[in-house]
């Protein structure tokens, strides 16, 4: 389907043409390869004003320890809820250091300990590699809160996009296995449905920063092991249980391929009367409220975010 330049929200239009010209990059192989090495320059860096570490941790599948970074409120007293943040990148590129602005918005809103892990990512170590890192991630949180100050009980787990998809994954197996209490969670345009047949997902092949054919490349990688039944860890829409589900905020542009997937998923948790907030943004694409921040859309959607963050906060982790 091809899309005009505007057809996409008047704000967002100016990066319309950079935006396609990123999915096409990462279209190829050789294009992921080289965004991941750009953003793994940014390994390291902190945020000004908090307490930031880096700290590696053992893989309970035999992988290679997890790095994660970890983020608080400098000199706090008492314990803060923990959140689990998994970045995006369609499971395939990206280090937690690119989300550093938002993290930082996080807990300027309502304070938290923030852990995020540096998953493996799926060009070389496909699912579930990444997948067990977050989890594990989880579980080392629990175990650790004391020395963390954090609760080892009413978890946060937030996620855009591939972490989205990460989010969904770990609240589903931690409402399965009981590992873990979630308080809610925050998968914002996820990544959830490897079988892209929704009506978004086969229509938007040329739109800005994530397309159909970015989409398809990044399911090849991250189930290249997997024969036969994909599960259900892997593609989270294949559930169909949501009971005990923790409240869940999401968003979504109408302007690209996750849009009906993540309706989907809502609707869903709705059916079983989750507690959840939702908004669909009009002419937007994939990440937009990120790549054009000073868009009044993208203003808009980082207020529902944030607002619906702490209203959250304070209600199922206070």
Avoid at 19 to 35: D, E, Q, Y
């Amino acid at each position: 389907m091809q899309v005009s330049k505007k057809s996409f929200d008047e704000g967002l239009q100016s990066f319309v043409f950079s935006g396609n010209m990123l999915a096409a990059l990462i279209s190829r192989k050789w294009g992921v390869n080289l965004f991941h090495s750009l953003t793994k320059m940014l390994k390291g860096k902190n945020i000004k004003g908090l307490h930031c570490e880096e700290r590696y941790i053992p893989s309970r599948s035999g992988g290679d320890d997890i790095r994660v970074r970890i983020f608080k409120p400098e000199n706090f007293e008492g314990e803060l809820p923990g959140k689990l943040y998994n970045h995006g990148g369609g499971y395939m590129l990206g280090v937690p250091e690119v989300s550093l602005e938002l993290l930082e918005q996080y807990i300027k809103t309502r304070a938290c300990v923030i852990v995020a892990p540096d998953y493996r990512k799926s060009v070389k170590q496909p699912f579930p590699a990444g997948f067990n890192d977050c989890y594990d991630t989880l579980l080392w949180m629990k175990e650790n809160a004391s020395s963390l100050g954090i609760r080892p009980s009413k978890f946060i787990i937030a996620g855009h996009s591939a972490g989205g998809g990460l989010t969904a994954a770990v609240s589903l197996k931690a409402r399965d296995t009981g590992d873990a209490d979630i308080a809610f969670q925050m998968p914002i345009y996820p990544m959830i449905d490897h079988r892209q047949e929704t009506e978004s997902a086969k229509a938007f092949t040329t739109v800005p920063v994530w397309n159909g054919i970015t989409n398809k490349l990044a399911w090849d990688f991250y189930l290249q092991d997997q024969q036969g039944k994909v599960p259900v860890y892997a593609s989270p829409s294949l559930n169909k249980d949501y009971k005990d589900f923790p409240p869940t905020i999401s968003f979504v542009g109408d302007m690209e391929p996750f849009k009906d997937e993540t309706i989907e998923y809502i609707d869903m948790l709705k059916k079983f009367n989750v507690p959840t907030k939702f908004e669909l943004y009009k002419g937007a694409f994939h990440g937009f409220e990120s790549v054009v921040k000073n868009a009044p859309i993208s203003k808009q959607a980082n207020k529902f975010q944030f607002e619906a963050y702490a209203e959250f906060y304070d209600k199922y982790a206070p």
